[in-house]
């Protein structure tokens, strides 16, 4: 059976780690100078020729401080101890939907812009597993470059590890680039789709007017809010649209 890799944050989860640690972290340890400074660090690693960098938090933080003459900042793991991981950041269809696809045959990847060490550590605290994990630093790349999914064959000893494989996430400008730049087949979901939109059938939507647009409107403000890549110079075009997991069972 093929391969399904899965965005972590807005996909699986309602960004568990910005909401219960880094809310909370630069709340109690970062002045709003510095919450833009580290936004801007990270947007400038992303651009860079070494944009794994731009998603190693601790390193973001040491560098802005070390250049605002700033308290170091805490250790995020070490902070992220002594949060609070609600269960509601685990959206109700994750569960159910991965249990389906699984019992269909379909080989379950992580694929996340998250570094696997920091990850690793959210999934824990849902008690969900993934037999690969796609992340900066475990396969040297990150969402949108297409290395990001080829990934996949070294990761997996598998040269037909590409063949059907579907990427799934919620940000264009990541993840259905990086599925739309490595040659395969990626799938948005819209938690916020409007419900006049969810009554067109999945199948008509990546060609419906509605959606062509709203596509142009989202991965622009997701270039500005998240930073622009060199691989993000196409519009990214999904092969499937969906508003939750559950829907994706009904194209694969």
Known sequence: MPWISFDLDGTLLDWPFG?????????????PELH???RLEYQTRFAS???VAAF??????????TRFHAPTMPRVLEFAADCHWDSAYLYSDTQKA??????RGWLLALGTNGLAKYQTYVLEQYEMEFPIILAPDTTGF?????????ALITLTEDPDALEGLVHVGDLLSHDIACANNAGVRGAWIWRQMPAALQNIPILERTNHPEFVAAITTHWQAELLEHGAFSENEKEPKPDFIICTLLELLEVL
Do not use: I, M, S, Y
């Open 36 to 38: 833009e400074a580290f």
């Open 142 to 150: 990150v969402k949108p470059q297409a290395g990001f999914l080829h």
């Open 98 to 103: 991965l249990e389906k696809l699984d019992a």
């Open 19 to 31: 909401r219960a640690v880094f809310q909370r972290l630069r709340q109690e340890h970062a002045t």
């Open 56 to 65: 190693d938090w601790d390193d973001v933080h040491d560098a802005v401080t």
């Open 49 to 51: 020729d070494n944009p």
